[in-house]
């Protein structure tokens, strides 16, 4: 059980276009889900926190205008990085938070824009 | 606000020999305490967590951490090692349950034939 998949697992973009990513928890609803960010080698930040039916609180620093983040239902949240550029490519990680306050992470979402 | 130390960067232990991961975190009350694996390519794994109560937690893959007030200390233990335990690893805090988590910035563990 606790199963979070992500969609894509890697994407390739122009600079300039923007991308969706998917987060789903499979086999439990999350009323809350996280989207993090992790550079080569270094540790997760935490980028937002998603509430489903609700806004997105997004951590200092991070353009909530540039990461937009929807959770439309129980089981899904997607983050689409608009008006992508080199330096957004990175490592993009969600998780999904069940009843027992346990976070289960997504595999991630690896993003190269050229 | 919290933060959490992992001060080994790398660490490299013989298959078979017993490990510790050490794990040190900073915030006014007693957090939400986690351990995680990030092995090459796959996601990250939960490896166990504290929360209240019995302050020696027993997780997955035979890792046991125990949590420690005083030395505000979450050290990850395992009895003996195997050499599929080679990955990173990960401590990681949060003020409540529906907080998101702070990371520490990881161990990476090497394991030697």
């Known amino acids: 059980g606790a199963v979070v998949s992500q969609h894509p697992s890697w994407v390739i973009c122009k600079s300039g276009t923007s991308v969706k990513i998917e987060c789903r928890s499979l086999?439990?609803?999350?009323?809350?889900m996280f989207w993090y960010r992790q550079f080569p080698k270094q540790s997760l930040m935490l980028m937002a926190t998603?509430?489903?039916?609700?806004?997105?609180?997004?951590e200092q620093g991070v353009e909530k205008d540039k990461f937009l983040i929807n959770h439309a239902s129980l089981t899904l949240s997607t983050l689409t990085v608009t008006s992508a550029h080199p330096e957004d490519s990175s490592f993009y990680i969600c998780?999904?938070?069940?009843?027992?306050?346990?976070?289960?992470f997504g595999p991630g979402t690896r993003l190269l824009v050229l | 606000a919290q933060s959490v130390t992992q001060p080994d960067i790398h660490i490299t232990v013989s298959e078979g020999a017993s490990l510790e991961l050490r794990c040190n975190y900073s915030?006014?009350?007693?957090?939400?305490l986690f351990w995680y694996v990030q092995s090459p390519g796959q996601g990250l794994q939960l490896l166990l967590k504290?929360?209240?109560?019995?302050?020696l937690v027993q997780g997955i893959k035979g890792f046991e951490a125990e949590f420690k007030r005083s030395q505000s200390s979450f050290n990850l233990r395992k009895p003996s090692v195997h050499w599929s335990d080679a990955a990173e690893y990960f401590c990681?805090?949060?003020?409540?349950?529906?907080?998101?988590?702070?990371f520490g910035k990881g161990t990476h563990l090497i394991i030697q034939p």
């Open positions: 990681a805090v949060a003020r409540g349950g529906a907080d998101g988590l702070t």
């Open positions: 998780s999904a938070r069940d009843q027992s306050q346990t976070q289960y």
């Open positions: 915030y006014g009350a007693t957090p939400y």
């Open positions: 504290y929360f209240s109560g019995d302050t």
């Open positions: 998603s509430n489903e039916g609700s806004k997105a609180t997004y």
């Open positions: 086999d439990f609803q999350a009323t809350t």
